[in-house]
């Protein structure tokens, strides 16, 4: 059966965004995003590899625990989930090729509405799937990552991999092997685990051994079935502290690194560290970068905001110019993203209910990453920065001290060190010096 795709346009109002410069106050422009701009060593497309959420973009319609929704998408209007489907996909691909991006991240449901039945499911899923590799195929716009939604079906209410019954634990897993399946046909890059509802509410009706033990097995056997269906992207785990359930396992990116390496994952899974997740767990989005570059699992990262006032996970699109300046510090002082990208898990609040919107929200946040990234630049390359930093640990750097991190003395050396100085001079760490640095580029 041949394919045929809708020609239907969606944003008729705005044209391909293009990089204007600076001083344009065209809303629909790039002021900063200028993608095969060289800037430290690499095309600024290449540095971010930004994705568009399918979920908050084409499904989410804005309800809250308040209220249904009140954005009315012209997509997916039709009493036929195939066609719904369709029409949401070519609102999708329309909307990416008109930011100038090549990257979309998508979970199994959102690219088309659950079946019935777990054979239903299956059906549509292939059916999208054939349609998608179509549109893939006559753009240049390609998959970031994969997910499976494992937390929105009443099912999944006591978790998936982590769930005390054993046929819920296998549905989940049939309903991974598809979305695996999905990723792989469209040439995934990634496949990304979040622990949606694996976690537990009360510890009191938990074995947390039993279930961490259970979520590791899950998760080895997902890998084993997507490497022996030729998969070679890398895995993610994206920590989250909290929400939906009161104590999510993958907490932050130590807790989640302990765990690979504890049940022998860490060869195959890296992380994707996500901004208002960081902030949940009281760290600042750069320690959780840091943590995971630390042990070269700096996979990709979701980019969004929390708000300072709220305690949950409100997905606003980043605006902060100081986190992202000191985020990009870290990331590209580790080499980048090991396989992602920056994929906006953003939503526009639920009162912006313009298609436009859409557009500005995106434009915002991949004009603050381009700026953060030439602000970076001029901190690396043209500041006392990195010296100043490297200052800081010189005493390593020779004599003893370099012994010691080669490994080369005892503890009696370091004592017998100590016993021969004076009470040591006092150093300062000139943090309002380091915080006027970044000031200055700014
Ligand atoms: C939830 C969240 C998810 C994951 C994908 O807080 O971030 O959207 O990114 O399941
Ligand atoms: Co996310």
């Known amino acids: 059966?041949?394919?045929?795709?809708?020609?239907?346009?969606?944003?008729?109002?705005?044209?391909?965004?293009?990089?204007?410069g600076k001083d344009s106050k065209n809303p629909f422009s790039y002021r900063f995003y200028d993608e095969n701009k060289i800037v430290l060593g690499k095309k600024m497309g290449?540095?971010?590899?930004?994705?568009?959420?399918?979920?908050?973009?084409?499904?989410?319609?804005?309800?809250?625990?308040?209220?249904?929704?009140?954005?009315?998408?012209?997509?997916?209007?039709?009493?036929?989930?195939?066609?719904?489907?369709?029409?949401?996909?070519?609102?999708?691909?329309?909307?990416?090729?008109?930011?100038?991006?090549?990257h979309f991240c998508f979970h199994d449901f959102d690219l088309i509405e659950e079946g019935s039945s777990l054979s239903e499911s299956e059906k549509r899923l292939e059916k999208i799937t054939s349609y998608a590799k179509e549109k893939i195929k006559e753009s240049d716009i390609n998959v970031l990552w994969g997910t499976a939604n494992l937390f929105s079906n009443p099912r999944y209410m006591n978790g998936a991999a982590t769930n005390p019954e054993f046929d819920i634990l296998s549905v989940a897993a049939a309903q991974v092997k598809n979305a695996l399946d999905v990723t792989i046909e469209l040439g995934g890059e990634n496949y990304v685990f979040w622990g949606g509802r694996e976690g537990y509410m009360s510890l009191l009706n938990t074995d947390m051994k039993r279930e961490l033990d259970h979520l590791a097995k899950f998760l080895h056997l997902s890998k084993?079935?997507?490497?022996?269906?030729?998969?070679?992207?890398?895995?993610?785990?994206?920590?989250?502290?909290?929400?939906?359930?009161?104590?999510?396992?993958?907490?932050?990116?130590?807790?989640?690194?302990g765990f690979?390496?504890?049940?022998?994952?860490?060869?195959?899974?890296?992380?994707?560290?996500?901004?208002?997740?960081?902030?949940?767990?009281?760290?600042?989005?750069?320690?959780?970068?840091?943590?995971?570059?630390?042990?070269?699992?700096?996979?990709?990262?979701?980019?969004?905001?929390?708000?300072?006032?709220?305690?949950?996970?409100?997905?606003?699109?980043?605006?902060?110019?100081?986190?992202?300046?000191?985020?990009?510090?870290?990331?590209?002082?580790?080499?980048?993203?090991?396989?992602?990208?920056?994929?906006?898990?953003?939503?526009t609040r639920r009162n912006s209910i313009?298609?436009?919107?859409?557009?500005?929200?995106?434009?915002?946040a991949i004009d603050l990453f381009a700026k953060g990234l030439l602000i970076t630049e001029k901190i690396l390359n043209d500041s006392e920065y990195s010296k100043l930093l490297q200052e800081r640990y010189?005493?390593?750097?020779?004599?003893?001290?370099?012994?010691?991190?080669?490994?080369?003395?005892?503890?009696?050396?370091?004592?017998?060190?100590?016993?021969?100085?004076?009470?040591?001079k006092l150093i300062s760490g000139r943090q309002e010096l380091f915080e006027n640095i970044i000031n200055r580029y700014i």
């Open 224 to 257: 084993d079935y997507a490497r022996s269906q030729g998969f070679k992207g890398c895995f993610f785990i994206e920590p989250k502290p909290m929400e939906p359930t009161k104590h999510q396992y993958d907490f932050d990116a130590a807790t989640v690194i």
């Open 354 to 364: 313009d298609l436009n919107d859409m557009f500005y929200s995106h434009i915002g």
């Open 1 to 20: 059966m041949s394919i045929v795709l809708g020609d239907r346009e969606y944003f008729k109002d705005v044209k391909k965004i293009k990089f204007e």
């Open 46 to 102: 290449e540095h971010f590899k930004f994705a568009v959420a399918y979920w908050h973009s084409f499904v989410n319609p804005g309800n809250d625990p308040f209220g249904v929704g009140t954005k009315s998408f012209p997509w997916s209007k039709s009493s036929d989930p195939f066609q719904n489907a369709c029409d949401k996909m070519d609102a999708a691909f329309e909307f990416i090729s008109k930011l100038g991006l090549k």
């Open 260 to 347: 690979l390496e504890h049940y022998g994952l860490d060869k195959d899974f890296k992380l994707n560290i996500e901004v208002n997740h960081a902030t949940l767990a009281s760290h600042t989005f750069q320690h959780e970068l840091q943590v995971a570059a630390n042990s070269n699992m700096l996979g990709s990262m979701d980019a969004n905001r929390g708000d300072y006032q709220n305690g949950w996970d409100t997905d606003q699109f980043p605006n902060n110019i100081y986190e992202i300046v000191e985020s990009l510090l870290v990331i590209i002082q580790s080499g980048g993203f090991q396989g992602g990208g920056i994929n906006f898990d953003a939503k």
């Open 394 to 424: 010189a005493s390593f750097d020779v004599g003893k001290g370099k012994d010691f991190e080669d490994g080369k003395i005892s503890m009696k050396d370091l004592y017998q060190h100590a016993s021969k100085l004076k009470e040591p």
